[in-house]
């Protein structure tokens, strides 16, 4: 399993570095160093919720709230703003408020086994509800905010935005979730397998909570991250969303059977998708051949991923003529 992985990440590695250079043939400014950290730093947040998507999806589960998670944490990031409250208070806020719909998720799987597509489109449409009811349907525009909240992600360091920064802080930390952590080894066992996960003594319902609670709190910071570099926040801020956020996920690798994927699976699928819709306006497509072209390389990663998901089951029964020769051997 991991040489399959390797190997499609080493492609897909290939596929954004030829796109990139196809498109950098016809528009030499593509590939220029200001423009590739633009690119990468609209992409940011979409890295950030694919990779609490990623532990969601090993796990068996899918989170189809994390778009409005990020618009309810981001309205109450740029209501607390309003109000006065301290920048670092107001980041911690978001983290938390996305935490909880992510735990409740969580709770709502574990506890009371009901299915998590159906309890994250549930939750999904009460955030979105529940914003309207805190901004009473008006939005939060950017003189409204201040100057702190709005200069942090955007503030350069080592030629980087604070907020690509932030990114790559997280996959690092991911990188060593999953590869030195009981509970990075616990989202595989539950997806590979939930029944031997339980003989191991891996408890799969509370590890499908932190896998949530994981998701719904980085859905929270990337709910600040997204209203403070747009600088509004309103009712439908990413909506629809979270297409792009799983979308990422299947395109990276990670399978939605549960089980297996990568961290830079999930990493360069947010990649590729990001670099697909900054390049596509360039070179003059429509957005309307650009949810095409999204969906069909949807489509296109989940036949791959079950095609090299299927394999040969073992023979547990044999017939009487081969039990027979085998004896006599």
């Not at 609209?42 to 589960?61: K, N, Q, W, Y």
């Not at 539950?190 to 719904?216: E, H, K």
């Not at 309103?234 to 690798?253: M, P, Q, R, S, T």
Request: hydrophobic letters at 60%.
């Amino acid at each position: 399993m991991s040489r399959h992985l390797k190997s499609r990440e080493a492609l897909l590695l290939l596929a954004i570095v030829v796109m990139t250079g196809a498109i950098a043939l016809r528009f030499p400014a593509f590939i220029a160093p200001l423009n590739l950290i633009g690119t990468f730093t609209d992409t940011s947040p979409l890295i950030i919720l694919a990779l609490g998507e990623m532990v969601v999806i090993l796990c068996r589960c899918i989170d189809l709230s994390v778009a409005a998670n990020l618009a309810l944490a981001g309205m109450i990031a740029a209501m607390l703003d309003v109000a006065g409250v301290p920048l670092p208070l107001i980041i911690l806020a978001a983290v938390a408020a996305g935490a909880l719909v992510g735990a409740i998720n969580g709770v709502l799987v574990w506890k009371l086994d009901i299915p998590p597509i159906v309890v994250t489109l549930g939750t999904m449409t009460i955030a979105r509800g529940m914003i309207f009811v805190l901004s009473g349907g008006k939005w939060i525009n950017d003189q409204a905010l201040s100057g702190a909240f709005k200069g942090f992600p955007r503030a350069v360091v080592l030629g980087l935005p604070v907020l690509a920064w932030i990114a790559i802080a997280v996959v690092l930390v991911f990188v060593v979730l999953i590869r030195a952590t009981p509970l990075g080894r616990a989202f595989f066992a539950v997806g590979g397998n939930p029944n031997a996960a339980v003989y191991t003594g891996i408890d799969v319902g509370r590890t499908q909570f932190w896998a949530f609670t994981l998701s719904g709190a980085l859905a929270g910071l990337a709910g600040y991250l997204w209203i403070s570099r747009y600088a509004v926040a309103y009712v439908d801020i990413a909506n629809g969303f979270e297409l792009d956020v799983v979308a990422a996920c299947v395109i990276g690798g990670i399978s939605i059977a549960g089980g297996a994927g990568s961290v830079a699976g999930a990493f360069l699928g947010a990649l590729f998708l990001g670099i697909t819709k900054n390049a596509l306006p360039v070179i003059g497509v429509s957005p309307f051949w650009q949810m095409a072209i999204s969906g069909a390389a949807i489509l296109a990663a989940v036949a791959i991923n079950a095609r090299e998901s299927r394999r040969p089951g073992r023979i547990i029964l044999k017939s009487v003529e081969q039990t027979a020769l085998e004896a006599r051997t």
